[in-house]
C-alpha cells in the first residue's frame, strides 16, 4: 500500500514528526505540551554546554599547570638502568633522536642535596646542566629572571641558579654565597666530613609551579661531576615535537634502547598529579553527562503526553495505511529533532562561552567586585579555557544517543494504538 504522502520529497514520516515538534501553541493543553517540550530542549542544550564549559576549564588548567611544569623538567629522561654514569650519552642520544618525535637531547646529573645559607637549610634536586644544550630540552633558559642565561654556568666558576621562592626562603639575591652539602662523605685525617662547596648566586628563575620554584637548582655539568664523583652525565633529557606522546614514545625509546636504559616520560616522572587529573576529569564528565541525561530523558514525558494528545491522528494515519513502524517513526522523528537541536544549541553556546572565557569571567568580576583567582593565592590568576574537539564529539554524541533512547518507549506505545478504540468518541 503506498503511503499518504507519496507525492512528498521527504518521507511523511519525517515530514509529520517535524510538524509535531514545530506545532502544539494553538490550544492551552497543547500549548502545555510545546512548553515542556521547549524546556526538554533547553535542558539539553545547558547540559551540553556545562559539559563543554567545564571540561574546557579543566583542560585549560591542566595546560598551564602542565606547561608550567614542562618549562623545568624534560618531556623524557634516560637514565642508566644501573645509576652509572653515561660518559658515551652521545651515542644514546643519536640513537633516541632516530625516532621522528625526538626533538633534541641534553646530557644532566640530579641529586639530592642540601642548600645553606647562614643558618638556613633547604633541600633542594641539583642538577648539572650543559647551557650550549639546556635550552633545546626545558624552557628554564626564558624564565631566568634579571637579565640572567644559562651561559653564566662556567665550568669551574661554581656557579649556581636557583628557583626564585628557593632564593627568597634562603634569602640570598645575585651576588650572594651558597653552601651546598653533597650525599656522602669524605674521609678526612680529623675523620668523616660531609662534602661540601661554596657557589656563587649566579640568577634566579620562575617557571611559576612552587615545586620547583622552591626546591631545584642548576648548575654547570662539569662542576656537578666534580661535587658528586661521577664520571659524566646520569641521564640524558629528551624533548618531543608533541608533549602528549609522551608516554608512546617511552614505550617505544625502551624497545630501542633495550633494557640498561631506564625510560621515563613526565606522565610517570609527575604520575600523582597525572593521573589526579585524569581521574577527576572523567568523575567531573560523568557527573555533569548525569545531566545531559536527565534532560533528555524529559523528552518521555514530553512524548506521552504528545501521543496521548494525538491518538486521533495516529487511529487516521493507521486507517490511511500508515503502518505501526512508520507511527512510531513519526515520534522518533519529533524527539530526535528535539535533541538535535537542544544539542547543536548546546555545543553552539558551549564553545562560545569557552572560547571567550578570558573576556566573560573579568566582566563578571568587574561587575560583581569579586576576584575568582587572587593573585595572591593562586599560582593562575586567569581563568584559562582549552576546548578540545576530543571532549566535544563524545559529548555531542552522547547527546544525541540518550536523546534517542528516550524517544523508543512513548514511540512504541504511539505505535501500538488501536485506531478503533481511539476513533470511538471522536
Known amino acids: 500500500m503506498s503511503s499518504p504522502f507519496s507525492g512528498s ?44 564549559i567545564v571540561l574546557s576549564v579543566m583542560n585549560g588548567f591542566q595546560k598551564e599547570v602542565r606547561d608550567r611544569m614542562l618549562a623545568a623538567i624534560p618531556h623524557v629522561e634516560l637514565n642508566s638502568a644501573t ?39 633547604r633541600g633542594v634536586v641539583v642538577r648539572g646542566v650543559s647551557p650550549a644544550d639546556e635550552g633545546g630540552v626545558t624552557d628554564l ?33 645575585v651576588g650572594d654565597s651558597v653552601t651546598l652539602i653533597a650525599p656522602g662523605a669524605q674521609v678526612t685525617p680529623a675523620g668523616v666530613a660531609p662534602r661540601f662547596k661554596q657557589f656563587t648566586v649566579a640568577g634566579e628563575f620562575s617557571v611559576g609551579h612552587y615545586e620547583y620554584d622552591s626546591g631545584l637548582a642548576l648548575v654547570h655539568l662539569d662542576d656537578a661531576a666534580k661535587l658528586y664523583r661521577r664520571d659524566g652525565p646520569t641521564g640524558v633529557q629528551l624533548r618531543l615535537n608533541d608533549v602528549h606522546k609522551a608516554r608512546e614514545v617511552g614505550v617505544q625509546l625502551s624497545s630501542l634502547l633495550g633494557p640498561q ?91 562560545l562561552v569557552a572560547f571567550n572565557v578570558d573576556v566573560i569571567v573579568p566582566f563578571i568580576e568587574h561587575l560583581l567586585g569579586v576576584s575568582f583567582l587572587p593573585g595572591s593565592i593562586y599560582l593562575i590568576s586567569r581563568m584559562p579555557s582549552d576546548p578540545q574537539w576530543a571532549d566535544i564529539m563524545p ?10 533512547l528516550a524517544t523508543l518507549y512513548p514511540s512504541y506505545r504511539a505505535s501500538r494504538v488501536n485506531p478503533a478504540e481511539a476513533l470511538r468518541y471522536e
Open 395 to 404: 559529548i555531542g554524541a552522547i547527546s544525541l544517543v540518550l536523546s534517542f
Open 141 to 173: 633558559a626564558s624564565q631566568l629572571k634579571k637579565d640572567g642565561t644559562l651561559d653564566q654556568l662556567q665550568p669551574g666558576a661554581w656557579r649556581i641558579i636557583l628557583g626564585a621562592e628557593l632564593a627568597r626562603l634562603l634569602g640570598v639575591r
Open 261 to 351: 636504559v631506564l625510560v621515563r616520560d613526565w606522565t610517570r616522572t609527575n604520575a600523582a598529579w597525572y593521573d589526579a587529573v585524569q581521574i577527576e576529569k572523567r568523575m567531573m564528565a560523568i557527573i555533569l553527562t548525569l545531566i545531559v541525561a536527565v534532560a533528555a530523558f524529559n523528552l518521555v514525558s514530553t512524548l506521552v503526553m504528545t501521543v496521548t494528545d494525538k491518538r486521533a491522528d495516529i487511529a487516521i494515519l493507521r486507517t490511511l495505511g500508515a503502518s505501526p513502524g512508520s507511527i512510531m517513526g513519526i515520534f522518533v522523528v519529533q524527539g530526535a529533532a528535539a535533541g538535535v537541536i537542544g544539542t547543536f544549541a548546546g555545543v553552539s553556546l558551549g564553545l
Open 9 to 52: 520529497a521527504w518521507p511523511y514520516e519525517w515530514q509529520v514528526g517535524w510538524r509535531y515538534t514545530r506545532a502544539g501553541r494553538a490550544g492551552r493543553r497543547n500549548g502545555f505540551i510545546s512548553f515542556i517540550s521547549f524546556v526538554s530542549v533547553i535542558g539539553i542544550a545547558l547540559g551540553v554546554a556545562a559539559l563543554i
Open 83 to 121: 645509576d652509572n654514569a653515561l660518559p658515551d650519552w652521545h651515542v644514546l642520544a643519536d640513537k633516541a633522536k632516530t625516532l621522528p618525535e625526538v626533538k633534541a637531547a641534553a646530557p644532566f646529573i640530579a641529586a639530592q642535596s642540601l642548600l645553606a645559607r647562614g643558618e638556613d637549610m
